[in-house]
């Protein structure tokens, strides 16, 4: 049975906050977008290496669990940008946080930060 994050039980806060927020790309995504509204290519090119089906799905979940707002302009051509809501901007002294644990704790994986 494949079980979503929907259907699962959590044992703590903390299981329940990396279910939500987890995994390689969701984290600097909202960093990101924390810095402005960026559109999904100005996403796309600063992630690198992050396919645009993957870009897509990261958003699309961050946006149901609350933390990003999709913005469509209607424009020719469209325009959609990105911002964080208020629990996601709750988020960025949390990052911030854990970039500056990794500096002062972490030296060998800050140094191969690039």
């Not at 979940?61 to 709750?90: N, Q």
Request: contains cysteine; neutral net charge; hydrophobic residues 40%.
């Amino acid at each position: 049975m494949n079980r979503t994050r929907e259907t699962c039980t959590y044992h703590c806060e903390i299981e329940a906050a990396f279910a939500i927020m987890g995994g390689k790309w969701k984290a600097r995504i909202i960093w990101h977008i924390g810095e402005g509204k960026p559109r999904f290519n100005e996403l796309r090119d600063i992630l690198e290496n992050v396919s645009p089906r993957m870009l897509a799905k990261q958003l699309r979940e961050l946006e149901r669990d609350g933390l990003v707002i999709r913005t469509l302009h209607p424009e020719i051509p469209p325009r959609v940008d990105y911002c964080l809501t208020g629990a996601g901007k709750a988020l960025v002294p949390i990052l911030e946080s854990i970039s500056t644990w990794v500096t002062e704790f972490c030296p060998d994986a800050a140094e191969r930060i690039g």
